[in-house]
């Protein structure tokens, strides 16, 4: 969008510390439900609205589905497509967070959180495991879980690098989200290679809403939204 010259403004969460510089103005933390996000839209004469939330930003992603048909204002998804089982993959579905906690009932295992930070605290929920953790930033406060090793780190990861890391730790079971794409792949390829289970959680329900995969799409849509049917 800079290199094109068009007016955009890049919205943040704010769950990262210290995220990448851009070369648009960029804003940092929520609306304040949909009505704030439709007053922003309003106020700063906001035409397009993309959406290129993690796939498991459910709430967003609602709130601008809804916030775009109060506004009139046409709205685009930019999101990965979901991860697909292949050969050699072990995996065991689960629909949410709270039945991949119950999903770890028994014997005590050496299990890898690739979740980020927000979910973690659920899991104490299972004490007697061993979990390793992986964060982009320090946490200010210590993980709640009474058995675990963090690792701090920022991808993209490597298959190389994360098998040597489940190797390393001795893990013997990946939780995670079905996050899709290519950054976070690396865990999916390594416990493929070494044969481990997988706990998959699958994608929250999102309203319907135009969806494409690629950036080049998105850069279409602004030029010409017709072309999507949006």
């Known amino acids: ?3 094109r010259g068009l ?3 890049l919205s943040y969460a704010g ?3 210290n995220p990448r510089a851009q070369p648009v103005p960029i804003r940092i933390g929520g609306f304040g439900g949909v009505s704030g996000l439709e007053r922003h839209i309003r106020e700063e004469s906001v035409t397009r609205l993309i959406d290129a939330t993690h796939p498991f930003a459910a709430t967003m992603s609602a709130h601008a589905v809804a916030a775009a048909e109060a506004t009139g204002v046409p709205l685009i998804a930019l999101t990965r497509p979901a991860w697909q089982p292949l050969p050699g993959d072990r995996w065991h579905t689960v629909p ?3 039945a991949a906690v119950a999903a770890l009932s ?3 295992r050496r299990v890898m959180l690739a979740l980020g930070r927000m979910h973690v605290e659920a899991f104490a929920a299972q004490p007697q495991h061993r979990y390793l953790l992986r964060f ?3 946490p200010d406060v210590p993980p709640a879980l009474p058995d675990h090793r963090l690792v701090v780190d920022r991808g993209p990861f490597t298959a190389q690098g994360d098998t040597h890391l489940l190797q390393e730790h001795g893990i013997d079971l990946i939780v995670c989200k079905n996050a899709g794409g ?3 792949e690396a865990k999916i390829v390594a416990a493929r290679r070494l044969g481990l289970p997988v706990l998959m959680i699958d994608r929250p329900f999102i309203p319907a809403r135009a969806t494409v995969h690629a950036v080049g799409d998105v ?3 602004l030029a010409h939204p017709a072309h999507l049917g949006v």
């Open 182 to 184: 290519t950054g976070a």
């Open 1 to 3: 969008m800079a290199e």
């Open 136 to 138: 982009v930033d320090s």
């Open 7 to 9: 007016s955009a403004t």
């Open 219 to 221: 850069m279409d849509w």
């Open 15 to 17: 769950r990262t510390a």
């Open 106 to 108: 028994g014997p005590a």
């Open 96 to 98: 949410d967070i709270a």
